[in-house]
Structure formats: C-alpha cells, structure tokens
C-alpha cells in the first residue's frame, strides 16, 4: 500500500484500523511495519481521536430544535 492511500484511509475511516475494511486492514498494517511515516502519521491520528474524544459535546441552544421545525414549516 502506497503512503497516499493510506493517508486517505486514515482520514476516511480514523485510527482504529479494526474499523477499516477488512480488505485494507493487512496491507496497511505491513505498510506501518515498514514506514516510519505511516506510523508518525497513525499516531498523529491516534492522539487527535483521542483528544476529540475527551471534549464535551456542545449544547445546543435553548429553542433552536423548536425554531428549525417552525422554519421547515414555514417553507413548505
């Protein structure tokens, strides 16, 4: 596996190469035994998901589920 392609699976499908499909998931991991880039890349990922993760989803505004309904309404 070329260094760009799994760099658009990473993006794709994020770090847990588990969620990849089953058809990338040995030829990516024989990529990251061999390229030190891959795993650079795979860990950048890693960290980032995880940081993502710790964060609080955001509250959504008190009335805006009320207003968007009230507009869909409106423009039927």
Request: with cysteine; glycine share 4%.
């Amino acid at each position: 596996m070329a260094i760009e392609k799994f760099d658009a699976l990473l993006d794709q499908h994020g770090p847990n190469l588990e969620k990849w499909p089953l058809t990338e998931q040995g030829q990516a991991r024989e990529l990251l035994k061999m390229s030190s880039a891959a795993r650079t890349r795979l860990k950048e990922e890693q960290a980032l998901s995880a940081l993502l993760s710790a964060c609080p989803a955001p509250k959504a505004p008190v009335g805006l589920a009320a207003r968007i309904v009230k507009k869909a309404r409106e423009s039927n």
